[in-house]
């Protein structure tokens, strides 16, 4: 890692004497509204190892027809930890044939690839003791759209593709020091980002036809750290059907952030696509579920629909046969963390009573549709804190997304968010669930050490030494990953250097509305429980001493290219 990343600071450093704000607002800063945007499967290198600078080659195309646009950085753009002329050209890496691999750089007409292997295992191995050379041999898919040498891994993008992103950089904060909390996909990414903790699960199995959803009438392992994607216990739209055949689901133990919110009486949601159910739930006379809700809504993969016009990625020329233009489910189970808490889940789907009541713990109980974000938005009631989960198709996840319309995505989200009432008081976070396996060079702290058999950062079941008697599988940091802070309070064209990670996200929030933390006031014993007291700090992304900028920065949603005047 390079020399400029910092370790963690204390919110007291930069957060100054706020008690009159704090006296009329309730919050520690300024924010009176955070929205974490958490998209899909993208390592810090793949979208930001070469920023600022663009190839910029003219000619190139993004959506089939649609010319990909230059990108030209501002003067005096400050440096990101990213990929050096060292490694772009003499990378330790090789192929599955022992050719070279390098990093390279898609073309913008190449925006589908498959997706790579981002489990918890071959992350870890990936990263070889810090040598970060075993990417082909671990991450790399060799499938449909990839290379069968495992070259593909390697790819990054640039500015003539993901334009939104390194725009909001130059005009806001972006990290080049955060992390996953632990190695592994997207359900522990998701849990780290609400609780900071992926250990306390249980396992259940219904034990007969049609019990699924009998919490009475399962068995199951007890206490476990999550290492793998499991979709929500309970969850109508999840992937324990009743029937015939059962699958493994997951249901955690603890306390979680919107317990937390919850006790203070502070607003809050969680806003996924495809959470609204295409048919809901029946219930007899004594409100016993007699049919589950049903979540169909889907899209067309890789296509987008702006101000009527359709804009369609194009299909591959590596490796490739059929056509990636299929229906995607709007809603995952296993992208829906709160739907694994007994306290925070909404099962059957229920839609909020009101749009005034949304952020308040009604039937609903703050698990929402991604429409009912901009209802409240609209009605002037946004909650004080909302995590959104684009819909399937716009997430960012290689295979079912991509760039072109995860960008489509957030900046359409945050075009709207800056056309409303709440802007000049809301801190927009754009963050990751997981690396999705994309070469980063980056080695991660090893913070939580462990000693399974499914470890294999530092050897053959080994990340690190982990303590006698401690909680095992929480392997952390895992890989780098993208973090945006756009907001009115953000530092202009700056990049933050402190160490931070997925809970650092719920630690602002804790600190912000003075929640106290996930566990208490007393830390639990090594492993067993959350990490937020010891997440590093977002506030050097903040600047909280100047006037706040509340100019907007609208961007096309297409293009991801400033709309209107530059500033």
């Not at 007994?342 to 005034?356: E, F, G, K």
């Not at 960008?407 to 056309?419: D, E």
């Not at 008697?469 to 700056?494: D, E, H, W």
């Not at 160490?499 to 929640?515: C, G, H, R």
Request: glycine residues 10%; negative net charge.
């Amino acid at each position: 890692m390079a020399s400029t990343l910092m370790a963690a600071t204390s919110l007291s450093t930069t957060l100054v004497p706020m008690s009159a704000l704090a006296a009329t607002t309730g919050t520690a800063t300024p924010i009176q509204h955070v929205v974490v945007l958490f998209q899909e499967n993208v390592s810090f290198d793949h979208y930001f190892g070469t920023y600022p600078k663009a190839a910029n080659n003219g000619g190139e195309t993004t959506f089939a027809g649609v010319a990909a646009p230059s990108f030209t950085a501002k003067t005096n753009t400050p440096d990101v930890a990213g990929l050096t002329p060292a490694l772009l050209t003499h990378n330790p890496n090789k192929d599955t044939s022992g050719n070279a691999a390098n990093p390279f750089r898609f073309l913008p007409s190449q925006a589908f690839t498959c997706s790579m292997n981002h489990a918890y295992t071959g992350e870890e191995a990936a990263a070889d003791k810090g040598l970060m050379d075993q990417y082909p041999q671990n991450n790399a898919n060799r499938g449909n759209g990839c290379d069968p040498a495992g070259s593909t891994v390697m790819g990054y993008y640039d500015g003539n593709l993901v334009t939104a992103y390194w725009t909001y950089a130059q005009h806001y904060t972006l990290s080049d020091n955060s992390y996953g909390t632990n190695f592994g996909p997207s359900t522990p990414g998701a849990l780290n980002l609400i609780s900071g903790n992926t250990y306390g699960g249980q396992l259940p199995i219904a034990t007969s036809s049609g019990n699924a959803y009998d919490p009475g009438n399962t068995t199951g392992e007890q206490d476990v750290s999550l290492l793998n994607d499991l979709d929500a216990y309970l969850d109508d739209c999840g992937g324990d059907k009743g029937g015939t055949a059962h699958a493994a689901t997951l249901q955690m133990n603890g306390p979680n952030i919107g317990d937390l919110m919850n006790a203070k009486g502070v607003t809050w949601g969680w806003f996924q696509g495809g959470f609204a159910p295409t048919q809901a739930a029946t219930f007899d006379g004594n409100g016993n579920m007699l049919t589950p809700a049903v979540c169909g809504a889907t899209h067309t993969g890789h296509q987008v629909t702006v101000n009527g016009t359709t804009y369609t990625v194009p299909n591959p020329t590596i490796n490739f046969t059929g056509d990636i233009h299929t229906n995607v489910a709007d809603y995952s189970s296993h992208h829906a963390p709160f739907m694994y808490y007994p306290n925070t889940r909404n099962p059957h789907h229920l839609r909020p009573t009101s749009v005034a009541a949304i952020g308040t713990t009604d039937q609903a109980n703050h698990n929402y549709d991604t429409s009912d974000f901009f209802a409240a938005l609209a009605n002037g009631n946004l909650p004080a804190v909302s995590f959104i989960k684009a819909p399937a198709y716009q997430d960012g996840h290689p295979g079912n997304s991509d760039p072109l319309t995860e960008q489509a995505w957030i900046v359409s989200t945050i075009n709207a968010i800056q056309q409303s009432s709440a802007w000049g008081t809301t801190a927009i976070i754009i963050a990751y669930d997981d690396s999705d396996g994309w070469y980063d060079h980056a080695m991660p702290t090893n913070v939580r050490q462990s000693t399974i058999s499914a470890d294999a950062l530092t050897g053959t079941a080994a990340c690190g030494t982990a303590p006698t008697g401690g909680v095992q599988g929480r392997c952390g940091f895992g890989p780098r990953l993208p973090m945006i802070l756009v907001s009115p309070y953000a530092k202009t064209n700056f990049v933050d250097h402190t160490l931070t990670d997925q809970s650092s996200i719920i630690a602002f929030v804790e600190k912000n509305w003075n929640l106290g933390f996930i566990d208490g006031p007393t830390a639990p014993t090594y492993g067993s429980g959350s990490t937020d007291r010891y997440a590093g700090a977002l506030d050097g992304m903040f600047d909280f001493v100047d006037a706040p900028n509340t100019r907007q920065l609208q961007l096309d949603p297409i293009k991801g290219t400033i709309v209107g005047k530059a500033w």
